[in-house]
């Protein structure tokens, strides 16, 4: 069983940086593509930015050039570097992680608050 753990979550201001950590457990062989995923207050959830084993990226067009996925495969934590932060970021960030393939591997996170001041 895999499970998801996420870190770094708080408050910051406009236009400052925070960084996301999401420690992976358990038996992690079957997921290939891991992701942040965010859900504002009376909103959908939505991507963020995603990241593959191959190292492939994928990012929500609201976020492209300020945030920044990566991985650290030998610690087993994907990280969301989020720069020059915007009001419209605040949301509870939730780490995501599946397979592409066998589709019914979709694993989740319990999520961290971002909030920004303005």
């Known amino acids: 069983q895999v499970q998801l753990v996420e870190s770094g979550g708080g408050l910051v201001q406009a236009g400052g940086s925070l960084r996301l950590s999401c420690a992976a457990s358990?038996?992690?062989?079957?997921?290939?593509?891991m992701g942040w995923y965010r859900q504002a207050p009376g909103k959908q959830r939505e991507l963020v930015a995603t990241?593959?084993?191959?190292?492939?990226?994928n990012y929500a067009d609201s976020v492209k050039g300020r945030f920044t996925i990566s991985r650290d495969s030998a610690k087993n934590t994907v990280y969301l570097q989020m720069n020059s932060l915007k009001s419209e970021d605040t949301a509870v960030y939730y780490c995501?992680?599946?397979?592409?393939?066998?589709?019914?591997?979709?694993?989740w996170g319990k999520g961290t608050l971002v909030t920004v001041s303005e």
């Open positions: 995501n992680g599946k397979n592409e393939v066998l589709t019914w591997v979709d694993i």
């Open positions: 358990g038996i992690i062989f079957s997921i290939n593509v």
């Open positions: 990241i593959t084993n191959g190292g492939t990226t």
